[in-house]
């Protein structure tokens, strides 16, 4: 039988808490409760859940320093719950390694489906793919620059795994915003500019004069 999956939940408002925490039950994951940014800084470093719902407005450490922190140890896929729904505020998030955004007031059914299909968009097949100096291992979640192990996020790492899978074919925002968020993608052009500046940032030697992942003005992004 397949282990059921943990999902980290920090949230401090005890109505919303109860309420994401009875669903993903009732859904067949297990659920662990942090109520501040804090103790669920601890509980995501300390337990390894396999994803975690996050709250962006937390008592003392906020929900972005959470994340922020998170992703310098960690790559397991992260859903902001927030009230704000600008799209400053959804591209900070996103810059910050986020993987999914919901806004307040949010339906737990929608949350749960979101859920899984996160999870189930990093489930990696098996056939590593190598291009130069850049190796990715799909089932290890790993990606390797000239022989050094690079930390990437969940999102990263399928926009990486998009483009390293047609090398040279161009690829517009929002095909390459569709594979990587799926059923989530918002619409928003500027959300995949902030992935691909995270993933120049760790995968070229200048990321300012770019040869791997390659601009094509007015066209979209491809993998040389």
Same mark, same amino acid.
């Given at each position: 039988?397949?282990?059921?999956?943990?999902?980290?939940?920090?949230?401090?408002?005890?109505?919303?808490?109860?309420?994401?925490?009875?669903? =993903?039950?009732?859904?067949?994951?297990?659920?662990?409760?942090?109520?501040?940014?804090?103790?669920?800084?601890?509980?995501?470093?300390?337990?390894?859940?396999?994803?975690?719902? =996050?709250?962006?407005?937390?008592?003392?450490?906020?929900?972005?320093?959470?994340?922020?922190?998170?992703?310098?140890?960690?790559?397991?896929?992260?859903?902001? =719950?927030?009230?704000?729904?600008?799209?400053?505020?959804?591209?900070?998030?996103?810059?910050?390694?986020?993987?999914?955004?919901?806004?307040?007031?949010?339906?737990?059914?929608?949350?749960?489906? !979101?859920?899984?299909?996160? =999870? !189930?968009?990093?489930?990696?097949?098996?056939?590593?793919?190598?291009?130069?100096?850049?190796?990715?291992?799909?089932?290890?979640?790993?990606?390797?620059? !000239?022989?050094?192990?690079?930390?990437?996020?969940?999102?990263?790492?399928?926009?990486?795994?998009?483009?390293?899978?047609?090398?040279?074919?161009?690829?517009?925002?929002?095909?390459?915003?569709?594979?990587?968020?799926?059923?989530?993608?918002?619409?928003?052009?500027?959300?995949?500019?902030?992935?691909?500046?995270?993933?120049?940032?760790?995968?070229?030697?200048?990321?300012?004069?770019?040869?791997?992942?390659?601009?094509?003005?007015?066209?979209?992004?491809?993998?040389?």
């Amino acid at each position: 039988m397949a282990r059921a999956r943990r999902i980290l939940i920090v949230e401090d408002e005890p109505k919303t808490a109860a309420s994401v925490e009875m669903y =993903l039950r009732h859904d067949g994951f297990r659920t662990e409760l942090a109520r501040s940014g804090s103790e669920g800084l601890t509980r995501a470093m300390d337990g390894k859940p396999d994803l975690i719902v =996050l709250d962006v407005m937390l008592p003392g450490i906020s929900g972005l320093e959470v994340c922020k922190a998170v992703r310098r140890q960690s790559a397991v896929p992260i859903i902001l =719950l927030t009230a704000r729904s600008t799209e400053n505020d959804k591209l900070l998030g996103f810059e910050l390694g986020a993987d999914d955004y919901v806004t307040k007031p949010f339906s737990p059914r929608e949350l749960v489906a !979101r859920v899984r299909v996160v =999870l !189930r968009r990093f489930e990696p097949p098996e056939d590593k793919i190598v291009s130069g100096d850049v190796a990715l291992d799909p089932a290890a979640h790993e990606v390797v620059v !000239r022989g050094e192990p690079v930390a990437l996020t969940a999102a990263e790492f399928r926009l990486v795994e998009t483009l390293m899978r047609a090398p040279g074919r161009v690829f517009s925002r929002d095909e390459l915003m569709r594979r990587v968020c799926g059923a989530s993608y918002d619409g928003l052009d500027r959300t995949i500019d902030v992935h691909i500046k995270n993933v120049r940032k760790k995968l070229e030697i200048d990321r300012t004069n770019p040869k791997r992942i390659v601009t094509v003005f007015g066209l979209g992004y491809k993998f040389v």
